[in-house]
């Protein structure tokens, strides 16, 4: 008889669970409260369910328990029942499935007006592009990436020379302005995700991936790497913050383009920063350390 | 539903019994056996063995998670290694192997009526080659570099990079050739098992009359060899770009400042050939506990299984489908967004098949005897928990919310609770339920009933508070949760309480253990049908079953495997080789 104590208290302490605990979504500063709505909706429908099914079986096994003298019921089928729970079963899932395909339908139409933004990955950092005053990003090849030319923007195509370049630092993003982030890596699987926006998309290497959203309110937030990509993997931070317009065209005009950064050094190329080479070697604790110091 | 066969009308053996390949020594009886019961338990101990390897890994990462900074040794890298290990041994050497290998081999010449296997020398290598592959995967611990740290999902190309442990070693070589060895073998076992259910069924067992325990078996590996030669290939495929350069998997890369000789690859092309067998194996393991389970509840709530065509078309309705969900794993993965349409809509059709399964158990329940014996207990705790991660399915298999629950917590929790909670509570209620027919004694009641209590409440513990980790964004397969900003300090203490559970659980399974070798001497005389069941493998006339099973002569079946409570009938229970009809009609209402 425990176990019919236990299945009700499982239910009630689910439910109570679930309304009381702090561990909560994080505030959200997306357009995309449309995907909070679905989750919403999903725990409402599945709580139902769960809540009835675990209650019922906990009182057939009260009700129906074996006392001496008991024998079962003979019922092979019953077909009627059988053909309305699948109908019910039918209809929540539609319920789930509509506003689900609804909302992603939204989050794979890109605006026209949204701004393209490029993000590139590389074992374990961020690095960002934007597309200058052109409003075009030039074409970028894996092959061509080297210490100068950290992201393999292509030098022969005029859209590149006027992109701006943020190398393993913060991108600023100006509030309320919806913006298509092309997604890149230069070596292995990466995830973009920050929490408070919802949206994340993996990264692959020899491709352009994308999701759109638009920042709902300025702040600085975290960037987490959320696709496994080696050792080093928990360290990947990165921080965008999102800004008044102000705010960000200041930011703006204090980056370089590409142009500017691969300008022959005219300071003498002796003097050029030794950080500034990559590191040739493989060396992962080096790298990792470098990491852990950040 | 209810045909009876009458007993004049049976019909006769279409081919003259085989002699079957009798030992000559001890080698040959239980070591190199080829009857299907010693493989079955060669399989099982092989399986437990290598699991609780896999249980030790795990509190290995609770204890990182759960206490993080203490404990020095466990660097990411060993953390990595401790995951994707974890999370192999599980899914394939453990739950895949112990399934089919080991409740297959034992369960379905039994249960069809059959002496053995049709092919029992290629069943007794597929266990040779089956032990072979765990030993090529346990090598991996000592090879220099250690054991592969690329997720058990062994994305490239970080897998066979230099950044992701035993990427540039051994470890990854080793791993890819140990599940080659392990679908080598699962092949040679998979075969039989098909063969035997068709073939090899005695006389009067049609499909329709197979306890739903051979059902679920019988279609997971069906299922199970479609699926695995598409991991197959991507195995060897990626072993090629490891080993010659080839470029199948690999991209133009930048490796840390250093071109790689590679170009043109596709990793996505390794994702879609990875859970074209990865989703699937998700039923590979869960058909099998689906069809146990019916057999549990029917037979300790003393009635028949509600439905049973209707579960059988959703055990194969389920088996089809799966093959066409595989992309909701990628649903951010990059591959081309419209995809999503799709597969949201495949994945959540398979609820309904799924939703049936779990009425038709819980209607079982209704209006019967129910006796809340250990295997019955267990079965009430698999539809919890099975009920509960399929639910949560609904939230990741609707593509939209997965967009921000995936490579979350949130994840994790689910296919723990819904593929691996779920499905071990099933195999310990079949544990409990057969040992005394594998060893002809009861498992002791008392260290059951704490190895029962213990297992299920704190498994719920868990699992269910994890999927609120990753509501809040906690991302999976992180060594460290620190400097995060979502990680609140409640999230810390949340994230000790689930490790300490996940010892308390851990250790209720060696008791488990004890149990199990201390009763196969001091257990309890079982008898040859301790719970008065209907199905053919309580009828032996010994107990354990003696090599060909049956004695002198195959039994002949007259009725489905489910007449429990027959109105009329004086027991409460006909087995299915027992003729004659009882009472008045038994048409279904």
């Known amino acids: 008889m425990a176990i019919v104590l236990v299945l009700v208290l499982i239910v009630v302490g689910s439910v109570l669970f679930h309304l009381l605990s702090p561990w ?106 934007l597309p200058g005053k052109d409003g075009k990003l030039g074409t970028s090849d894996t092959r061509i990436v080297s210490a100068e030319n ?118 003498g190329a002796a003097t050029q920063p030794s950080e500034k080479t990559m590191a040739s070697s493989l060396d992962v604790a080096a790298k990792l350390e470098t990491l852990e110091a950040r | 539903m209810v045909d009876v066969t009458p007993a004049d009308a049976v019909p006769p053996a279409e081919v003259a019994e085989m002699e079957l390949y009798h030992p000559h020594s001890w080698w040959t009886k239980y070591v190199f056996s080829q009857d299907a019961k010693v493989i079955a338990v060669q399989y099982s101990a092989t399986a437990m063995a290598i699991g609780l390897v896999a249980l030790m890994l795990s509190w290995l990462m609770r204890l990182q998670l759960g206490f993080p900074g203490t404990f020095d040794f466990i660097t990411p890298e060993a953390y990595y290694q401790f995951i994707t290990m974890h999370g192999m041994i599980m899914v394939i050497y453990l739950l895949t192997a112990l399934f089919l290998g080991g409740f297959g081999n034992y369960l379905i010449p039994l249960m069809v009526g059959a002496r053995d296997m049709v092919f029992p020398y290629v069943n007794m290598l597929s266990y040779w080659v089956y032990l072979l592959a765990v030993l090529v995967l346990v090598s991996s611990f000592f090879a220099p570099g250690g054991p592969t740290g690329a997720g058990w999902t062994l994305y490239p190309p970080q897998a066979i990079m230099t950044g992701t442990p035993g990427g540039q070693d051994w470890g990854i070589i080793l791993m890819l050739s140990s599940l080659i060895l392990f679908i080598i073998g699962f092949t040679m076992g998979g075969l039989n098992y098909v063969v035997t259910v068709l073939q090899g069924r005695t006389r009067g067992m049609t499909l329709m009359r197979l306890p739903l325990t051979v059902w679920g078996i019988f279609t997971a590996t069906v299922m199970a060899l479609l699926a695995f030669p598409a991991l197959f290939v991507a195995c060897v495929m990626m072993l090629l770009d490891r080993l010659l350069g080839t470029s199948f998997f690999m991209p133009a890369i930048v490796e840390m400042g250093e071109q790689l000789q590679h170009n043109g690859g596709s990793p996505i092309l390794f994702q879609h050939l990875f859970w074209f067998f990865g989703h699937p194996e998700v039923y590979i393991v869960a058909l099998p506990a689906f069809g146990i389970v019916s057999d549990l509840i029917s037979t300790h709530a003393r009635k028949n299984i509600f439905g049973y065509r209707m579960m059988v078309w959703a055990i194969i309705a389920i088996g089809a489908l799966s093959f066409v969900v595989w992309a909701h794993h990628m649903y951010v993965s990059g591959m081309n967004p419209y995809f999503g349409f799709f597969f949201a809509t495949t994945t959540l059709i398979i609820a309904v098949p799924t939703a049936i399964k779990v009425y038709n158990w819980v209607l079982t329940l209704w209006r019967g005897d129910i006796h809340l014996t250990i295997p019955m207990l267990f079965a009430l705790a698999f539809i919890v928990t099975f009920v509960n991660g ?19 917590m949130f994840v994790v929790a689910h296919f723990h609770m819904v593929m691996g909670v ?137 009725r489905w495997a489910y007449d429990y409570s027959v109105p009329g009938a004086k027991e409460d229970f006909i087995p299915q080789n027992v003729p004659g009809s009882f009472g008045p009609s038994r048409e279904p209402a």
């Open chain 1, 24 to 129: 909560w979504w994080t505030p959200i500063a997306s357009n995309w409260d449309y995907i909070d709505n679905t989750i919403t909706i999903s725990f409402w429908i599945t709580g139902i369910v769960f809540a009835a099914v675990v209650l019922f079986m906990a009182y057939c096994v009260f009700r129906f328990r074996h006392r001496e003298g008991n024998r079962a019921a003979y019922q092979p089928e019953n077909r009627r029942l059988e053909s309305w729970l699948m109908i019910a079963t039918a209809a929540g899932v539609t319920a789930l499935l509509v506003p689900g395909l609804f909302v992603w339908s939204r989050f794979v139409n890109v605006p026209g007006e949204a701004a393209d933004i490029e993000v590139v990955a590389q074992q374990w950092q961020w690095s960002f592009r």
């Open chain 1, 150 to 267: 950290p992201l393999g923007i292509v030098p022969g195509d005029p859209n590149g020379q006027d992109d701006v370049v943020v190398e393993a630092a913060d991108l600023h993003l100006p509030v309320g302005k919806p913006v298509k982030v092309l997604l890149r890596s230069i070596d292995v699987l990466h995830d973009f995700y920050i929490p408070e926006f919802r949206a994340k998309m993996d990264m692959i290497p020899g491709s352009v991936t994308y999701f759109w959203f638009t920042p709902t309110r300025t702040g600085t937030f975290q960037v987490l790497c959320a696709e496994l990509c080696g050792q080093g993997h928990p360290l990947m931070h990165g921080v965008v913050m999102v800004d008044t317009e102000q705010d960000y065209l200041a930011w703006l005009g204090q980056q370089q383009t590409f142009a500017q950064l691969s300008a022959p050094q005219q300071t």
């Open chain 2, 422 to 558: 779920a499905p071990i509570l099933v195999i310990f209620g079949a544990i409990y339920h057969w040992y005394p027919k594998v060893t002809g004694r009861m498992l002791d009641e008392t260290l059951g009933r704490f190895h029962f209590w213990i297992t299920f409440l704190g498994a719920y513990l868990i699992f269910f508070p994890m999927h609120y980790l990753g509501l809040m964004g906690v991302p999976r397969r992180y060594a460290e949760l620190t400097d995060m900003n979502i990680m609140t300090e409640s999230a810390h203490h949340l994230n000790s309480f689930i490790s300490i559970m996940a010892f308390i659980v851990g250790f209720a399974q060696m008791v488990f253990l004890f149990n199990l070798i201390w009763s196969i001497r001091h257990g309890r005389e079982a008898g040859g049908n301790p719970w008065r069941a209907t199905t053919l493998e309580w009828q032996t006339p010994e107990t354990p079953p003696a090599h060909g099973n049956f004695g002198k002569e195959l039994p002949i079946v007259y």
């Open chain 2, 390 to 408: 399929g639910l949560t399915g609904l939230f990741l298999g609707n593509v939209v919310v997965d967009v921000p629950l995936s490579d979350t």
